[in-house]
């Protein structure tokens, strides 16, 4: 019952922006988007978060397609630090979350 | 404090035995969540709970797995007669108001589960 699907992996220079895209084809109208990453077996860290706007702050911005079966998730400059996985996350009325398979992003430098 | 923290980082245990995992969440967090990373990215929500009432426990396996969360008490997550494929890493979140709020879950660092 995957509501996520997301590439594997991705490979971004540093310095250049990584984008990172999410397909969620079946989400519900009030259904939110959340992406996190994870660093080394560390516990997920909040990045941002959205409904049908797109957002920014001072990590990520998020982009979601009008009609909301995407999003991409982009880090202006990406630095080595930036290497991690990062998971699409689509937040359920019971306010469970339901996590994508995640995208490992290398930095390069 | 402002800190979902996980206790122990690492526990061992052997086939058939107990095992019972701490989590004290955020000081003001009214919801706790348990998930199970077994596969390296693959995460499985297991149990909700808003202050110490269960939330939603679609996901907990209906023998060996149980949890609480008692007022003035870290919560817990205790797996009776433990089995190999039960090795993973628990991780913990909180979050606070819902459904009045989007706010995100906070995740502590995991309890690693290993059973040999």
């Known amino acids: 019952d995957a509501k996520t699907t997301q590439p594997p992996s991705m490979d971004c220079a540093e310095g250049r922006a990584a984008n990172l895209p999410c397909n969620h084809s079946t989400i519900s109208g009030n259904e939110y988007v959340y992406w996190y990453r994870q660093i080394h077996s560390q516990g997920p860290q909040y990045i941002i978060h959205?409904?049908?706007n797109n957002e920014t702050n001072e990590m990520a911005s998020l982009i979601i397609t009008e009609d909301r079966k995407s999003s991409t998730l982009i880090l202006p400059h990406a630095t080595l630090r930036d290497t991690a996985v990062y998971y699409c996350i689509v937040r359920v009325e019971s306010n469970q979350f339901y996590f994508g398979t995640g995208t490992s992003l290398t930095v390069i430098p | 404090g402002e800190e979902v923290a996980q206790t122990p980082k690492h526990l061992v245990r052997g086939e058939g035995q107990k095992a019972k995992l701490y989590c004290a969440p955020i000081k003001g967090h009214s919801y706790v969540f348990w998930y199970q990373q077994v596969l390296k990215n693959e995460f499985k929500f297991l149990i909700s709970?808003?202050?110490?009432?269960?939330?939603?426990e679609t996901g907990m396996p209906k023998e060996r797995f149980s949890a609480k969360c008692l007022p003035n008490s870290p919560c817990s997550l205790e797996i009776q007669a433990t089995k190999l494929e039960d090795s993973a890493v628990y991780f913990c979140a909180s979050s606070s108001i819902w459904p009045y709020s989007n706010q995100p879950q906070h995740f502590g660092d995991g309890t690693r589960l290993s059973i040999l």
């Open positions: 959205g409904l049908k």
């Open positions: 709970f808003q202050n110490e009432n269960v939330f939603d």
